[in-house]
Structure formats: structure tokens, C-alpha cells
């Protein structure tokens, strides 16, 4: 399984706008470079709120460009970054990875993947509807979350758009995504 790095983003304010940049660096456990939600521990303010020694499972969020290609066919002009995401990919499927999945993303970053992105009512501050926009219902009626997934930084290294992203799934059984 391989995907591509179509935009890297990064702030360093906690604002829902990364910044589209021509590369990043992360930083094996930490996250990326500069960035609000670097850290060993949780740097989502609500997270910090309820227990700020709990470890930052949060260090990178990656979403899948297909997504944003979804959100446009339903009127929502959506581009990179502009969710809070690090890393926007294309041609992975990012929500039906299992947990513990590791990317390997250019040439030498490692990301695991530690769950998916719980989105919130700030999505609605980019555009009113756009946080039901990225909710769904499976078959069996199952929230499906959209926003894509949160992953810790295994190996550091710099990434930049047109990296290849390699998948590598975690031996053993597979443990479906949950929120984190």
C-alpha cells in the first residue's frame, strides 16, 4: 500500500488554520517541528484542561485529500491545512488503518497511527455545517468519522510535498481505529 504527501502544514498557535509550508520536520516523539501541538504530552487545550501529564497520542494529524475532494462536490471549498491537519495525503485509505499502522513517509519519518481525529464545533467556524459534513453513519447506523487520524512521531525526519508514504501494518491481529 502506498500514498502520497500532497501538502505539509504546521502553526504554531493553536488555531484551526495550519499553514501550507514546503516542508516540516518531525521530531522522533514529539511531533512536528514548531509546531502548538508538539510534545510528549497532550497539547490539545481541552486535554490539558482534564489531565496534562496524559501522553500526546495527537503529535501529528493526517488527512486524506480524498476527503477535501468530497467536501468540494457538496459546496464545501476546503484546501490543506486548513482543518488543523500536518500532513494531507492521496491515495491511502487513512481511516480503515488499524491502529498501531506505521507510516513510513519520505525518507526516514515514521509516524504510527494511534487513532482517529474526534472532530469538533470549530469546524463549523470555517464553514457552517462543515463538522456534520465530516460525520457519517455506516450501515448499521455506527458514527463514522471523517477528519482523519492522529499518529505519534516514531522516527524523525523531514518530509515535504510529493514524499511517497509507505504503509506497514502491525503484525498480529488488527485493532480497528477509535477516537483519540
Known amino acids: 500500500m502506498q500514498g502520497l504527501v500532497v501538502a505539509v502544514s504546521t502553526s504554531s498557535t493553536h ?22 501541538h508538539m510534545g510528549e504530552t497532550v497539547k490539545h487545550r481541552s486535554r490539558v484542561a482534564r489531565d496534562p501529564s496524559q501522553p500526546n497520542l495527537r503529535q ?32 491511502l485509505d487513512l481511516l480503515g488503518l488499524p491502529t498501531r499502522t506505521r507510516l513510513l513517509i519520505g525518507k526516514s519519518a515514521i509516524v504510527e497511527v494511534t487513532g482517529l481525529r474526534n472532530p469538533c464545533l470549530q469546524l463549523n467556524g470555517i464553514a457552517p455545517g462543515l463538522m456534520n459534513a465530516v460525520l457519517d453513519r455506516d450501515a448499521e447506523g455506527n458514527l463514522v468519522r471523517k477528519a482523519g487520524v492522529m499518529g505519534v512521531v516514531i522516527a524523525g525526519g523531514e518530509v515535504t510535498p510529493g514524499d ?15 477516537p483519540v
Open 15 to 36: 488555531t484551526m488554520r495550519k499553514g501550507n509550508v514546503p516542508r516540516i520536520n518531525l521530531l522522533e516523539g514529539l511531533g512536528v517541528e514548531g509546531d502548538a
Open 60 to 91: 501529528i494529524h493526517l488527512i486524506h485529500a480524498e476527503l477535501l475532494d468530497e467536501l468540494a462536490a457538496t459546496g464545501f471549498e476546503v484546501e490543506p491545512g486548513r482543518m488543523g491537519e500536518n500532513i494531507t495525503t492521496r491515495g
Open 164 to 178: 511517497r508514504i509507505h504503509v506497514e501494518l502491525p503484525a498480529g491481529s488488527h485493532s480497528p481505529l477509535q
